[in-house]
């Protein structure tokens, strides 16, 4: 039977919630330029393939992806869909509070676009716990592979770098043009970095202005990393660690 | 190669536009209960089903969806997500505006839900058009197969009735539980109905009242209308038939 | 006695609420262009007109008039008002939770305006249902209208026809230049129509842009039908129409 | 010819707006108990027969009424509307924005609902004319007879009060049921006052509370102030003196 | 120990609030340009100073000052923040909203920005009182000193003058530079006055538009009044006549 | 002279601003318990703080501060004053435009209140530098002092610990009661963490709920940490390096 909420009948999605102890996963992710490689729905991707995965192995639902956040700054290329975060918030609040309405009560959002949908899902998960008495928590795949990442030998956190290229590779061959990459190493900044796993000092993060996105564009189409060193192996590795991750997230919240 | 553009690289998104002269397709659509036979997600279905055989036909290139719309009313069964129509005004805004912003001039949106939906779509739309100066335009299965309903010997519109549920039978075939269907004839109402085919005198559509839905829940799981008479050759006809009505406004946009 | 609850001292007030059985009118139109030869008020007129006649026979109340709608399409011309539609959302809910806040539990918005002002009444009148536990219903003459208006010889609805110039002709000539009507048949479009009593496929209504309402302005001073071919005499059958029609809904709701 | 904006077609009104020098008024009321003599529209009342008077003398033009407007302190009576401010200022702003777009451009609102309403109209006034560069000067008749207040030997601002009755007394007897008035003296409070000829210290108004309105209904069907002193002849006194004040600022506006 | 809530620890706020039966001043003012002599935060200093004194006088506490308000008239020199009406209502309220949430029942608001400040500070004191059931007072020295002003021999309020002038003498002379002083005496305008203590016929307020400000600018540096008629010893009478003001109405909302 | 704007005349302001190279220093806090033995103003202390010290040793001006900020967590204390991050939002982005409007370019926002504010700050930072066009930098002493952190023997971040109270301690001894703290140190959590310097992997912050606050405030009166091991000492060596990473900052914007 499908993992996917939109898949089932409401009757199947009842016995589905109480077996799975009112557990529900929401894919978040976004629309926006992954360089010459990568499609424009990779975080999307992201956050249901692991999702997916992790619901096979322990029986909790996943709700309907949200297919665009907030990527202003990748305005610079086409393809790029972008919602103003304070439509986001109110968004992924109404699909929370629905399914509280029929039983869910701890929420997993999953968010593939790294970094920059934090701040909006944060705001949300806030106010959901406070006005419906919810658990909500907020899954990221940089967060959580901070210590598995050094271990395969990937650089910092970019775009379209070789960690998620990597994944992608893995899992939707078929949607990467591998060949088309090139590569544009993350060049350090005096306190300031996006990568989780810096250690230094730095500013908090903003998402980059239009002007300094146009330069990344020009360099690399769009990428900051180094993707040509992609491969499914790592990608798969990477995938795996992540969703052993998700499932003890699952596991802690079903207690 | 893919009609979905989040399948796309932002390069291959962007030469589609220009062979689509610039026609987007978004679909638009509802989580929500359908009986005890179909999916909480048919609604969606219908709207990607349709964008992505005519997006096949035509070249054009389809957005991603917009799983859940407006459904106060049928919150009464599991699984149904409802999101307030003043927050889906502002996400199918910003979809447009983004898409407008790499060049897309001419927005198709399909809507899956039928009448509920229409209304805020129709504020999007003006806006959209008045402000950004694009052009959408909203099709509705419903609206769109008046003609067609009546040869097919299909009661009126109701909710997980035979035109949908054929549809589905067609084109979704393992979602569907056809042996779990209950017939629940549409009861014509003085003055009222939610059928575009309806020739009398009648009130402007309101989305029932929950005490109103929860009486059909309790005769036919949530439907409205006679799903045992569905069949895969009928649900052929008519999304086929709606597949070439849409095709021709999108040639309609393309002049 | 007046129907107009603002001619009331609210002992009146609460003495008519409970004589009508807690339903209440509220008259909702527009100001805006109507060709050469009606007011600008005229959608706001035939509201408050079918709701005085029809209150006048049922003993219910009528709230003030919502001198304004939603008319994007007509500021093309001038004196056109229009208001955004998010903005009447709230209005006409503060109304009605005002009158509920008094007794009132059943509410007829009668629109004027036709077509264009359902939108965002409906997701009105879905709210109050749904907070307030009322009874809203939407009355727009050309949807109470369609089983007449072919006996009537008329053409399709357009604006500032020969359906509302007729009527205003009967009950309020002394606004009518009807000397200067200049007539602007109304050209049938593939796949679309905003006529509720087409029977063909179409595409939803969107209100016009102002590059085609320029149009016609040009050919017909804002007009857009066969004004010239009004009468006092069929204004008065269908005024009485709408008017027996209207005092059907209010007796059903009394019940 | 009429003096309102809805009676004229747009080529009447275009014409008069040349005529007037681009100054048109827009009467803004409430509708609100008002004790048990008078009717609940008589703020609005008051509004619009100062434009339509001071209209005849000068030939600009009267938009239509905002009939309802902010009387949060009211509700304890039936009949009482009230509409949040936040949402008014924006629907004045819009009245305001679609008739600049014809060419108006000096704005005289005319507050008959006294202190209440001018808090957010100054909000809707100050936005209109920075954001669109227009006059907007806000008329209340409280404000606007100071000087002639205290020879008519009146009482100070209250509810109903001998002030307003005296006034509709002269322009709509046949509204009045002044058998019926209670009087309810103005009771000093210290450093607190409503009366803007008041000249000792005070903090700033802020409407009452409902438990105040309550003990102020109890006493005198929500009259506070002595309407059984009212007489016609003094509200013709009242009334022209603000028809007079309001033609001044209108011929001030117009050089 | 500190008048003010954020130099206390939680444990003493507690205590302080129970002594102080739960009253509690807030300070409001604005950071805008104060001609060429007084500081730019003059007037939230002023707001501050007086809740100051007060609060040692009555032992009640002193929440953090809100330093800037509305003031888009000012915006014509550097320096000046305005902040959206609409924002500061919301903000308020929460201010309010938090410390209900701990006990406090009776708020004292105290404007130091005079009446630009007034109207949006009274929407958010009927929302507070509603809502909160709170009792909620707005303090403004320039209302609460009419019956002072005249035995001062000041001219009318305008801005930058003698009064504010003195006062900040007085309390914080080291920030005047009255040296730098230009005098601009306020022109009486015919049926408008900003002066509270005015007794004549009047339109209400509105701020100046940027046209109207930049000529005050170009006379004298922002100021309006005679601010070289500035003394300490005046502004020291107005200071405590307004202390002791503030400390009766402390009085009177601790009954 | 004096750093803080509000202290300025707008002559002195804009002349400081001119030398200063358009950078401005924002402080923003919170008004939230802070044990039993800090002041709940403490955290826009540090940010006033940190401002005033670097503005002094490189000549940019500081605006006033925003008091509080968003500590719903915090609310089961008394004094916490929370508001709405959607509010905060608009409140500090009309800061910077207003700002802006008089020359300043290069804005750093300083955020004493840690992770909590970040969420809100990056949507206000990414809408003014997309906007307006301007620089805006978040400078939060947490992420700033990575690397020092370890080299003081402190503990991780948590609540009122031994890093603020020795700052506060440096700075405002007079409003420590440091007899009064409680330790209760951070208890590690499995994949969360709200340390910035924690390399494990991690959900993403979420602020607590009023149940988890409850826990902390029985065991130790709100506060998490060590506060006991506090001593000026290393608060002057904290807070002096943080000066100097934020002079670095203003230097790097400066160029």
Redesign the interface.
Known sequence: M?V????????E??EQ?QAAKNVVIIPVGS?E?????????TD??VAMLLAEDAAKETGVVV??????GWS??H?V???????????L???LY??IQ??H???FRKFIAI?GHRIVN??????T??RA??QLGV??????PA??????IGLLDYGPVGHSEEIETSQILYKRPE?V?LE?AVDNPVVPH??YSVDP?F?????????S??ADQKKAVELA??TTGSPTKSCPEKGKVYHEYLVA?LV??IR?LQK
């Open positions: 499908s996917w909420l939109q898949d089932c009948s409401w009757r999605l009842d919630r629309t330029q992954h360089g010459n490689h990568l499609p424009l729905g999307t991707m709700a309907p992806p949200l297919w665009s202003p700054h305005m290329l086409p393809g790029t869909i972008t919602i103003r975060p304070e439509i918030v109110e968004l109404d699909v629905s399914l309405a029929h039983g968010n934090i701040s909006w899902m944060q705001l998960a806030e716990q406070r658990k909500v928590v907020l899954f990221d967060y959580m592979s901070k210590e598995l949607l043009h088309k005096e306190l796993c250690t230094g000092d730095t500013l908090c993060y903003v998402p202005t239009a189409g769009g991750n003890k997230v802690q």
